[in-house]
Structure formats: structure tokens, C-alpha cells
């Protein structure tokens, strides 16, 4: 079984580039024995593929995700690159844990040689080691499935399956699963006040969840608020159409399963899922 190191959380803007970080578990451990209260939920194969294009739709502005394996590019958000599925960065480890994964499935790709460059970048936006080539050899890298799937995996290990562990636990739908997991995505499960478990704990202050006998719809509109509220902290994050226009417009609709047809917007752009 591999070992995540740990490290900052995923999504925390490098405020000062180079200096000392805290680093904190990921959520993967502190969920290992949440258990369920019902079956079904994101995890449903077809839920789950509305679950990704949902995310594409926001980090990618496409709903066609398995397009994004060779995406690769540095956003100027202190996390040097950001690339793949869903957003591994160079700055913030979990790329490294990615590549270290594939080179494990596969040793010797054209990957591997990145390995000790990424361990000297992580916690940093430096391309050190990485640059001129690294985006051309991810690209490549891309076409092979056995990359696919290992970036298939960590997004479920890392982001997907502790999102929607926790969401069972707290007895929530298939519409607050993907609001737990679309927050993890962005801002990761550290302890600094924007990850994802002080957001929920912002949340379990205003409102209780079904599994505390709370309304889901109530308890919802609470976990939405915090996540507003820590998107705003960063510039990079501060645009919230993601959730005002999107999740809370599936929630004012009162559609908990997540259901199709969805209708909704990011950044101002439409999308449909029929």
C-alpha cells in the first residue's frame, strides 16, 4: 500500500514562496473508518460521470474530462504546474504522488526522470528541473493508459472517495457529496481555515446534517455559505459561479439526487447534461 506523504494542503495559495509550511494529513486518513449510512450516492457509475464533467466544467470549461489527461499548464497561482484530471500540481505534492505511482505501475516512463525535481519543488511555484521539457513529456505520458488510469486512481484516493465517505456519514445526498467534493478539489483537506475540513466545521456551526437529525436542504445552504466564504479568501478563487450558479441553483431546485437533465453555469458559460 503506498504511504501518502504528507504535505500542505492541496489548494492553500503560497503566500510566501520558499518559506517553512505546516503540513497536515490528508482527509483519505481521517475518513478511513466513516461509514456509510446509505448506499448509492456520487459513487453510482452514472453520478459519478456527472461528478467529473461537473468539475471539467469549472477547471477546464469542457465537459469532455477525459480530454483534460494531457492538459498542463502554470496558472500563476503559486502552485507552479497544474496538470491532468484534476489539477495535480507540482507546488503542492500531489503530482509528485502521481508520478511516483505511475513509475511504481511503470518504471522507467517518460515521467520517472522528473521525480527528483518534483521532490525539490513541492511547496513551491519553481518549474526547477521540470523546465523546458516536462510539459511535452506529460502530454506524451498522457496517451498512455496506463497514466490514465493512475491519474483515475489518485483522484479517487486523494479527492473522490473521502468526499463522498464523509458526505454518506453525515447522511447526505448525491448533491451534497458532489459539494464536498468539488470543495476538496479546489481547496484541499489541510487545516489551514480554507480546507475542506474547516469549511465543513464552519458549515456544522450554522446548521446540523441529516446524521445529526439536521434538514439537509438547511444544512446545505450552510456548508455552500462556508465554501463562499473560503473561496473569497484567495483572488484565484474568488469568482464563486461555481457554486452560485451551479450547485446552489441545483439545490434551490430542490434536486438532492442530482439528477438529469442540469442546467447551469460557470464563469458565465452555459452547460447542459441531458
Known amino acids: ?161 473521502p468526499a463522498v465517505a464523509q458526505g454518506k456519514s453525515d447522511g447526505i445526498g448525491t448533491l451534497g457529496q458532489f459539494a464536498y467534493y468539488d470543495a476538496i478539489v479546489m481547496h484541499g483537506d489541510g487545516d489551514d481555515a480554507t480546507g475542506f475540513r474547516n469549511i465543513r466545521k464552519r458549515a456544522l456551526a450554522q446548521a446540523k446534517p441529516p446524521a445529526q437529525g439536521g434538514d439537509e436542504v438547511a444544512y446545505l445552504n450552510a456548508f455552500l455559505d462556508a465554501r463562499v466564504w473560503a473561496m473569497k479568501q484567495e483572488e484565484a478563487h474568488s469568482d464563486t459561479s461555481r457554486v452560485d450558479t451551479a450547485q446552489r441553483v441545483f439545490l434551490k431546485n430542490g434536486n438532492l439526487d442530482l439528477d438529469p437533465p442540469l442546467d447551469w453555469k460557470v464563469y458565465g458559460d452555459s452547460y447542459h447534461i441531458g
Open 1 to 161: 500500500m503506498h504511504t501518502p506523504h504528507i504535505r500542505t494542503s492541496r489548494r492553500t495559495l503560497l503566500a510566501l514562496i520558499g518559506a517553512s509550511l505546516v503540513s497536515a494529513p490528508l482527509l483519505t486518513t481521517q475518513l478511513a473508518t466513516a461509514t456509510p449510512l446509505s448506499a448509492g450516492g456520487l459513487d453510482d457509475p452514472a453520478k459519478k460521470e456527472i461528478a467529473m464533467k461537473l468539475v471539467s466544467s469549472a477547471e477546464n470549461s469542457s465537459l469532455d474530462w477525459k480530454a483534460q489527461y494531457g492538459y498542463i499548464e502554470d496558472i500563476g497561482d503559486g502552485r507552479g504546474y497544474t496538470a491532468g484530471i484534476i489539477g495535480f500540481c507540482s507546488g503542492t505534492g500531489d503530482m509528485l504522488d502521481l508520478v511516483e505511482l505511475y513509475t511504481r505501475r511503470k518504471p522507467g516512463n517518460v515521467l520517472a526522470k522528473y521525480l527528483p525535481a518534483l521532490r525539490e519543488v513541492d511547496g513551491t511555484d519553481s518549474h526547477d528541473g521540470l523546465d523546458p521539457d516536462s510539459p511535452r513529456d506529460w502530454e506524451e505520458a498522457a496517451e498512455d493508459s496506463a497514466f490514465q488510469q493512475a491519474q483515475n486512481d489518485e483522484r479517487d484516493r486523494v479527492y473522490f472517495d
